[in-house]
């Protein structure tokens, strides 16, 4: 696996802890060449202004919105976006999701999908599939 796709809504917008905690594996990630996107259908201004400061603070190496795009998940394309605004196949990709449909969505165009609840069992999923370590 090579590229982490994130949803912001429900994912990343948690607890303060646990927005520090995402910060630490998204840094860990991108340390060792891992191609990170948040990939959102969001339309709130705040929210997306939140998204787009992650970006340009280098937390993400890219944001992918649908209200951009004119696709929105859980369509096959707007997985295809994302994994193409960081140069990978799809199937090379995880998305993250607090959405089962978005989850399913992906894994039945290819990706490896993880379905979001909360951080501590979504992380023994994404670090073993990255093989990442460290204290998140």
């Known amino acids: ?3 982490l796709v994130v949803e912001y809504n429900g994912v990343l917008d948690g607890t303060d802890e646990d927005q520090r905690r995402w910060r630490n594996l998204l ?11 948040i990939l959102s259908n ?3 201004a705040g929210r997306i202004s939140a998204m787009q400061a992650l970006r340009a603070d280098g937390v993400v190496d890219a944001v992918v919105l ?3 795009t ?3 998940k859980p369509e096959p394309e707007a997985f295809q976006i994302a994994a193409d605004v960081v140069e990978l196949d799809r ?7 607090s959405e089962i449909l978005n989850v ?6 290819g990706l490896v999908g993880v379905y979001y609840q909360q951080f501590d069992r979504a992380v023994v999923e994404i670090t073993g599939l ?3 370590e460290g204290e998140f």
């Open 91 to 97: 199937r090379d990709c995880v998305l993250v999701d």
């Open 1 to 3: 696996m090579r590229g």
């Open 27 to 37: 840094a860990a990630a991108r340390a060792q060449g891992i191609g990170t996107v």
């Open 104 to 109: 399913r969505a992906a894994v039945d165009a």
């Open 130 to 132: 990255f093989g990442l």
């Open 42 to 44: 969001e339309e709130d």
């Open 66 to 68: 649908s209200k951009d």
């Open 70 to 72: 004119g696709i929105e």
